[in-house]
């Protein structure tokens, strides 16, 4: 059995919008006021404590690994990482599992897409549960254009829009490398990281990532067969898919 294996329910795979995508169900299917449908940002394994609860009470939880990460295909075009194609993922996925509408919870990322839900597919849309990410009405000017003007080129937001670098950086390093970077207590980031200069960028992702010594697993917030598990999915897909939510 694989790390992913041992951490999920058994996955699912749904051909649809264009991709084929990969999912994780808990609870049963039949009977749900509501029929939610969990949603979080990369891959559904971020669901995996929080899929337990509402289906150990009975109701049937659905937790995707959203497009450019995980199991689900990653297409190469940026323009396929939109919020049109991103949210017509979901309404795909309630396609395939016969299901009309869904109450849909986001953190991150998979906040901002379920924000769009009940704006861009009212029809599907029980009710949106928003988690980090607070609803935001768009911005008044080009939000990559502000954040370079704060933060400099460094921030990694704006570095992401760099073609081929970011994808080529962040792959220079092993995969299993990645996830203990990534899944710090916040703290431990902040101690890594070099304080910016008066006026220079923070938010300098390539430099902690260069920073990162691998041997370092004080604040860890993730089991050592958690963090196999995130290796697994990260060897499947790459980090291009991942970058693209940040580029479309």
Known sequence: MSALESQMPPVQRAQMNGIEMAYYEAGPARGCAG?????????????????????????????PDQR???LTSRPEAVTDYDMAHLTGDLVGLLDHLGVEKAIFCGHDWGGFVVWQMPLMHPDRVAGVIGLNTPFMPRAPADPIALMRMRFGPDMYIVWFQT???PDAGAGRRRREDHA????RKPADLQAASEPAPEGGSTFAFKALLQQWDPSDTSGQMLTAQELAAF??????TGFTGGINWYRG
């Not at 203990?180 to 899944?183: A, I, Q, R």
């Open 35 to 63: 029929d939610p449908l969990p949603r979080l940002p990369g891959t559904g394994l971020l669901m995996a404590p929080p899929t337990q609860g509402p289906g150990d009470a009975g109701r049937w939880v659905i937790a």
């Open 68 to 70: 450019g990460y995980g």
């Open 163 to 165: 073609p081929d670098e």
């Open 180 to 183: 203990p970077f990534f899944m």
């Open 231 to 236: 290796v697994e999915t990260f060897k499947a």
